[in-house]
């Protein structure tokens, strides 16, 4: 069936699900549908995941330092996306991924997941960590239709997770892409008066772009940013973009993360 088909089809089914609701919701939540088994179901196209007519991208989060790190995955097409996102976050990282130093806290099984009105409920999860919570917190609050994870009666969101969220975080590029140029960075940061620099590194090792980037706020409030490199027109291979913050004490380098990349000119 072609694309357009898919998505009438879809639209049609939130709209007969919506007027079978009645007028009586209006809690502001955004629609959500569901399989079968109440798992979550993600059919929109958005920043953090994209799909195609076989597979669909999008993120896990291990840890780096005890910090979140986000990484690449690519799973067969699911409605249920956060149950493809949660087995694919207790496979843990690939050896390439441990090799830059990403570990995981979170252990294969997790338990099934149930989303209700924005919320992901989780019933025997107790034995995770803190740090396992928030790989569990911002994988699952990657998607949209996701505010908040309730592990065993206890809620999370992304804010209640700032203990382990690193100063900066960069969500895309993740490592091992291949990025075209000039590089785009998103993400978000926490850093003294909500600035913080970039390096780009080209395959032969050698710094070719340096700048600062000032997020939206900072100093004790996370803020979003988006910065875009120097075009780069040296050779193909794998480089890597450093986001770090000099220290206003010592001017030292603090809170880096460094992320390798597949450079296209």
Do not use: W
């Not at 357009?4 to 919701?25: D, E, H, M, Q, W």
């Not at 399989?35 to 059919?43: A, F, G, L, S, W």
């Not at 669909?56 to 989060?61: A, F, G, M, Q």
Request: charged fraction near 20%.
């Amino acid at each position: 069936m072609p694309m357009s088909g898919r998505i009438v089809t879809a639209f049609s089914l939130i709209v007969l699900a919506l007027g079978l609701a009645g007028c009586g919701g209006g809690d502001g939540d955004e629609t959500t549908t569901f399989d079968t088994d109440t798992t979550i179901t993600n059919t929109e196209t958005t920043e953090t995941t994209s799909t195609t007519s076989e597979t669909t991208k999008l993120r896990v989060y291990f840890l780096l330092d005890g910090k979140v790190q986000p990484v690449a995955r690519e799973v067969a097409k699911t409605p249920a996306v956060g149950a493809a996102a949660l087995d694919e976050l207790a496979a843990g990282p690939s050896a390439s991924e441990e090799d830059i130093g990403l570990t995981s806290d979170v252990a294969s099984p997790l338990p099934p997941i149930v989303i209700e009105k924005g919320v992901a409920r989780l019933s025997g999860g107790s034995k995770l960590s803190p740090e396992g919570r928030a790989q569990v917190v911002y994988t699952l609050t990657q998607f949209p239709t996701v505010k908040a994870v309730e592990i065993d009666g206890e809620r999370y969101t992304r804010k209640s997770m700032e203990d382990f969220t690193p100063a900066i975080l960069v969500e895309s590029p993740l490592p091992f892409e291949t990025v075209s140029s000039p590089v785009r960075a998103t993400g978000t940061a926490n850093t003294f008066e909500a600035n913080f620099n970039y390096e780009l590194i080209d395959p032969a090792g050698k710094v070719i772009d340096e700048n600062f980037v000032t997020a939206t706020s900072g100093t004790g409030t996370r803020g979003t940013f988006d910065f875009t490199t120097k075009p780069y027109a040296g050779e193909a291979g794998e480089g890597e973009l450093v986001v770090l913050e000099f220290s206003a004490k010592d001017g030292s380098r603090i809170h880096e993360v460094r992320i390798p990349l597949q450079l296209e000119p």
